[in-house]
């Protein structure tokens, strides 16, 4: 007798392998492929000694060494919780002030609440928490077009149904959202509504950033729709990148600028991306009754994230190794961005377009003239044959009966290779698209 559906949850056998599994598979067999593909960061750039020097500096107290290597707490380390709501408050602050010259329009930036924040193993760890704690099977979520596709996937695993919401170069389109509230209103579907999500800084895919005016619409619009769905409709700002866009003063304030905001707002943040992604910290902000709810499954789950790299990042943080570093990271992929950005310049045919990326990891670009370039595209197969990997763009759209998935796209990462392969990589990326030109021309 095997394992077959009769032994195995519903949950199990509805999440399907992560889309790009065969990707990653595919770049594990064949070193040689130069893969734009893989969201992973810039292994040079990992902080090996300060790593190495905090560790020393911790486990040679005892004190602090026997507590770092202890059990902690559900909600997380107090002194992180403390650290996170500081810099979080600092940087709304900040950000508040050089995007709006304005003082008075920055007064009410109140601290945030360190028994808000709850420490998760990876800022994916509060997604999956966030779904499990708001979520039933046949519930609705909007995403934007498009938008992180492994978060698509943990969607799909809890069975939830999604609408994508057009962005541009400002972010998700305010009216497009009240356009889809209204759509589900009228088919009496807005209580099955649990929430928006964005990806509001250096966007992944498109690397784009969402302005405050658009996430301060968009949240005003879901407030607005609250009664007839019967409950809250919450906003999840998934802020992954923040640290890593390049420009910080050009950057918006986050949703919890105002109090009566942070009622609605769920805060997702991480310390993997911009300091060490195996450190695998990261955090979520909430609402103290939607926090409750996420404590306690958290509890049944972990009891709480791992407690020596939370010392490790906290300790980052209060020695100022953590800022110097998270500096020199938005430096080092300003380069490599600018680096591809050249090469795409020099090589690409005219129907490639693209944007310089805010910050974070990735290009998304876009292929006119009526190629795809999907899995089975004529393009992915040409690329693979020359050595390259990409995203394709349609991993990044959800399943969205209103629509059809555009299938133009590509995310080209720039995190992992370094400069010379990723200008080796661009180039090779360009002839295949030429090379499909000339076929068809004949
Ligand atoms: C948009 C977005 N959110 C969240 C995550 C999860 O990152 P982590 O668990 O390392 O914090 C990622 C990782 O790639 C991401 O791209």
């Known amino acids: 007798m095997d394992y077959d559906h009769s032994f195995f949850s519903e949950k199990s056998i509805r999440v399907e392998p992560p889309s790009i599994s065969w990707l990653m598979r595919l770049a594990l067999d064949r070193p040689e492929l130069i893969s734009l593909a893989a969201g992973f960061t810039d292994n040079a750039t990992l902080p090996l000694d300060s790593v190495k020097e905090i560790a020393d500096r911790i486990l040679s107290d005892p004190k602090r060494g026997q507590a770092a290597l202890q059990y902690g707490t559900t909600l ?11 810099r979080l408050h600092r940087l709304d602050k900040d950000q508040a002030v050089s995007s709006n010259p304005d003082p008075s329009k920055t007064a009410h930036t109140h601290a945030l609440n360190p028994d808000q924040i709850l420490i998760t193993q990876g800022s ?9 704690a708001i979520t039933d099977p046949g519930d609705i979520m909007l995403v934007e077009d498009p938008t992180y596709f492994v978060f698509l996937g943990l969607l799909q695993g809890f069975g939830i149904q999604t609408h994508g919401i057009a962005t541009d170069t400002s972010g998700i389109q305010p009216w497009k959202l009240e356009e889809k509230l209204l759509a589900l209103e009228k088919s009496g579907e807005l209580k099955r509504l649990k929430a928006l999500y964005l990806v509001s800084y250096a966007q992944n895919p498109s690397g784009r950033s969402t302005t405050y005016e658009r996430k301060k619409e968009a949240l005003e619009i879901l407030k607005r729709f609250e009664s007839s769905a019967g409950h809250p409709i919450a906003l999840i700002e998934d802020a992954a990148y923040r640290e890593l866009e390049f420009d910080q003063e050009q950057s918006a304030p986050s949703l919890l600028t105002e109090p009566n905001d942070r009622e609605r707002v769920f805060y997702l943040g991480t310390y993997t991306k911009p300091f060490a992604t195996g450190m695998r910290v990261g955090f979520g902000h909430f609402p103290a009754l939607v926090l409750d709810k996420i404590f306690n499954l958290k509890g049944l789950n972990d009891f709480g994230a791992a407690k020596f790299t939370q010392s490790i990042v906290s300790e980052a943080i209060a020695s100022g190794i953590y800022d110097t570093h998270t500096q ?3 430096q080092r992929y300003f380069e490599k961005a600018s680096a591809m950005d050249e090469a795409m310049k020099e090589h690409a045919p005219e129907n490639l ?19 795809t370039t ?7 197969k ?12 349609v991993y990044a759209y959800c399943s969205d009966l209103d629509r059809t998935k555009p299938d133009v796209e590509m995310r080209l990462s720039y995190g992992a290779a370094d400069i010379p392969v990723l200008q080796s990589g661009i180039k090779r990326l360009c002839e295949a698209i030429s090379g499909l030109e000339s076929r068809s021309e004949h």
């Open 328 to 330: 020199l990271l938005r």
């Open 382 to 393: 040409r690329c693979l044959e020359e050595g390259i990997l990409y995203i394709p763009g």
């Open 353 to 371: 377009s693209w944007e310089f990326p805010s910050g974070g990891l990735y290009i998304w670009a876009k292929l006119g003239g009526g190629a």
């Open 374 to 380: 999907g899995p089975e595209s004529e393009l992915f």
């Open 124 to 132: 994916q760890q509060a997604l999956y928490l966030t779904l499990e």
């Open 76 to 86: 997380g380390s107090a002194e992180l919780r403390r650290a996170t709501a500081d």
